[in-house]
């Protein structure tokens, strides 16, 4: 934590100055010249991102798309990327949609199949893992994949975004790149947008990065920046309870007779949850599960939730259900039983009791 030089506030000052006076002999001696190339509140934000991923650099965007767009844009052409297959729509969308016209290369494999990504990933090519996965929760090995990016001359982003910083450091297991949606936990109170890049070096692939940021102008804005800031000092308390309160949650509908499946890594029974003992220090705030019967009866539970709310997103202080198909449109492969939660920082009891009630 900084005290504020000038004038000793301790809560960081918001600088909405969209320009910055030169000196006389026309530089910007003081590090700041438009808002586009940066700005002091977002500098605060990316110095202490950078902190609690132990990455050399983190670099703050609009939104995690533009975090993820900025960086793909910066690979040079003709580079390829392996995808998971239960990449967070968004980015895959970009590569069905995108990556011809950028110049980029992919394919799609299951990143929990060691053996596939190491037959699929091609020399100087970049591993873009997610883990935890959405809609699944799946958690793949963060150090394994990136021994085999390495190993091939090439490097791993992680897409840490359900984890946050506070429960799953990828750069310490070895990752170059971690993307998170800062408008998701690290915001932490549903009502700011951003995404963060923290890079493990300071390498030619930030410079590109930083360059595609300022010319397509996919910077943060002072307020949102300051926002996340904001949501930084209490991440790691807020962690804890939504990490118990999933667990509860978890706990509840493992035994229930309606409940088909729970997917939540902190489970015994869950596929992942080996490695997320090993890898995460906690098993976060998210998970699904599968409403014995079909859509209709899932939506049916949906509708009468009163504490968890129908909408999607997560990582806010505010319990949220989701029917998943449905937010996922058309070509969806989420099944269309699941319910995907995010659990707030309500009473334990009162989200066990809610989900009771919705499913009697
Ligand atoms: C929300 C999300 C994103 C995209 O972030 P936006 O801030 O919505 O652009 C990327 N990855 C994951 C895992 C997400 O949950």
């Known amino acids: 934590m900084h005290v504020d030089e000038e004038t000793g506030a301790i809560a960081p000052p918001l600088h909405l100055s969209t320009t ?12 700041y010249s438009y808002i586009r190339d940066g700005n002091p509140t977002q500098a605060r934000l ?8 132990s990455a050399a650099a983190a670099v703050v965007f609009g939104s995690g798309m533009a975090a993820g767009a900025s960086l793909l844009q910066s690979l040079p052409a003709g580079t390829h990327v392996l995808l ?13 949609d995108y990556f011809d016209r950028w110049g980029l290369m992919f394919d799609v ?22 883990s935890p996965s959405n809609p699944l929760l799946r958690v793949v090995d963060i150090r394994a994949l990136a021994e085999i990016a390495h190993e091939n001359g090439g490097r791993i982003v ?14 310490e297991l070895g990752a170059d790149v971690v993307l998170h949606s800062t408008t998701k936990y690290l915001g932490g109170h549903t009502d700011v947008q951003g995404g963060s890049l923290a890079f ?21 804005s002072p307020f949102n920046s300051w926002l996340v800031l904001r949501g930084i000092r209490t991440l790691c308390a807020r962690m804890r309870v939504h990490s118990e309160n999933a667990a509860a949650v978890a706990a509840f509908l493992s035994a229930h007779p ?45 509708s009468k939730t009163r504490i968890f709310m129908r909408a999607t997103s997560l990582g806010g202080v505010e319990s949220l259900i989701e029917h998943r198909q449905s937010s996922e449109g058309p070509g969806s492969r989420t099944a269309e039983n699941l319910l995907r939660l995010s659990a707030g920082l309500e009473h334990r009891e009162d989200l066990v009791e809610d989900l009771a009630e919705a499913l009697r």
Not at 20 to 31: K, L, N, Q, V
Not at 259 to 276: R, T
């Open 46 to 53: 990316e110095e202490a991102l950078a902190a609690i991923d």
């Open 84 to 96: 998971p297959d239960d990449c967070y729509y968004g980015y895959r969308a970009l590569a069905d």
């Open 258 to 302: 309606r409940v088909e499946a729970v997917y939540y890594p902190g489970l015994p029974s869950h596929p992942g949850h080996e490695i997320a003992r090993r890898q995460m220090s906690g098993f976060g705030g998210m998970l699904s599960f599968l409403v014995r019967g079909s859509r209709e009866d899932a939506l049916a539970v949906a």
């Open 109 to 130: 494999v299951s990143m929990d199949d060691l053996s596939a990504v190491r037959a699929a990933v091609r020399h100087g090519g970049i591993i873009w893992a997610e």
């Open 200 to 220: 493990r070096e300071r390498d030619e692939w930030l410079e590109a990065t930083l360059h595609a940021r300022k010319l397509i102008g996919a910077v943060a």
């Open 20 to 31: 910055f006076e030169r000196d006389s002999e026309g530089e910007a001696s003081r590090g």
């Open 158 to 171: 992680v897409d840490g975004t359900f984890a946050s910083p506070a429960l799953q450091r990828p750069i």
